[in-house]
């Protein structure tokens, strides 16, 4: 059993909680809602979103998995380099589309499971 993946397990159980429960409240009605994109585009970016909530869940179940499970050490690769590669986009559109860190948080969700995972891969 690794402690540190299975810390790192629970904030992306967290995560993927915040993005289903309060992500899903404040942005899934206002993308159905919205009249000024079409029919297409609306479901893409719906179901898009499902993706999200079923990366996220994996995510921790990888983690979870990893850190019950020590001969899996690909799944802990594998679920680290994901958070680290989220947090490395959300901060690329941060920059790339001039937003504020605060108006566009996700990288800093991301920031304890990628540093859990890479200590437990050290």
């Known amino acids: 059993m690794d402690n540190w993946l299975l810390s790192a397990a629970g904030f992306s159980t967290l995560i993927f909680l915040v993005h289903y429960f309060a992500g899903g409240r404040e942005i899934v009605p206002s993308l159905l809602a919205a009249k000024d994109i079409g029919r297409i585009s609306k479901f893409t970016n719906y179901y898009c979103w499902h993706l ?49 860190l605060w108006h566009f948080p996700q990288w800093a969700l991301f920031i304890p499971p990628t540093i859990l995972g890479f200590i437990a891969l050290i």
């Open 52 to 100: 999200v909530s079923i990366t996220l869940a994996s995510l921790a179940i990888a983690f979870t998995w990893a850190g019950l499970d020590t001969s899996q050490s690909a799944l802990a690769i594998m679920a680290t380099g994901l958070s680290g590669l989220f947090c490395l986009w959300s901060l690329a559109m941060i920059y790339i589309h001039k937003l504020k």
